[in-house]
């Protein structure tokens, strides 16, 4: 609503790498779908519901431990505050090709509707649209190198990948910053803010001259213009 509200010609979309844990995690619970899986409302996260959520949790892992119950959902339970600064946020990045767990893959698959819709949503409205995505630091380097984790490798790129397969099959323009932005951090380049792994003030610099060095050279071409989609 509140982009359509904005009546734009056009736009460039920026999924997140956490939008994986948000959508699963954080709001599906409070989402109502129709018999044919479209969303209609989501209702008001209240102080009540979070704590009926977190004992819903409680029960579903002790059910799973007596064996009573198969999860459906992966656990996001906070008890690796200690270890992690990041407790689960980032599961689904955490996981090595090609072992990748149901849970990683339906999470990302979830992920995806909500941006095929707003890609739907767009054409709908006659409003151009392209695709990017730009790396958190743990996808340059080791994790436990970006910020304190015990996590010692690389997060991975699977979202990114399966995002651009997406958006080129619906017709629409995907470009990734990863290169650019890998290429400067490993001559030493401070994008990030200390142990942590978003940007800092000289990152969003940085990717804002980017992007804007991309639309400007063929604005036609960055917004999609003219693309039709895979057949």
């Known amino acids: 609503h509140q982009y359509l509200s904005f009546d734009p010609d056009a736009i460039v979309y920026f999924p997140d790498l956490t939008d994986v844990y948000d959508d699963t995690h954080r709001y599906k619970w409070l989402a109502k779908f129709d018999t044919s899986g479209e969303l209609t409302h989501v209702i008001g996260s209240s102080r009540i519901l979070r704590a009926k959520r977190r004992h819903k949790r ?9 064996g009573l119950r198969e999860p459906k959902l992966r656990d996001v339970r906070g008890h690796d505050k200690i270890a992690l600064k990041y407790p689960h946020i980032f599961d689904h990045a955490m996981e090595a090709n090609p072992s990748f ?64 397969k997406m ?38 610099l940085f990717l804002g001259n980017e992007i804007a060095r991309w639309i400007t050279q063929s604005p036609q071409t960055t917004i999609g213009f003219g693309l039709t989609p895979e057949t």
């Open 58 to 66: 409680q029960v579903n892992y002790l059910l799973n431990v007596l």
């Open 167 to 204: 958006a080129e099959k619906e017709g629409v323009q995907f470009k990734s910053f990863f290169e650019s932005i890998k290429k400067r951090v490993l001559k030493g380049e401070g994008f990030y803010i200390k142990n942590d792994m978003h940007f800092n003030e000289k990152g969003f």
């Open 101 to 164: 767990s149901n849970y990683t893959l339906e999470e990302i698959e979830f992920s995806l509707s909500f941006i095929k819709g707003f890609i739907k949503m767009s054409t709908l409205k006659n409003i151009h649209l392209s695709v990017s995505m730009y790396p958190h630091l743990p996808q340059i380097i080791p994790a436990n190198q970006a910020y304190s984790t015990s996590f010692d490798s690389l997060y991975n790129r699977i979202f990114e990948k399966k995002v651009q």
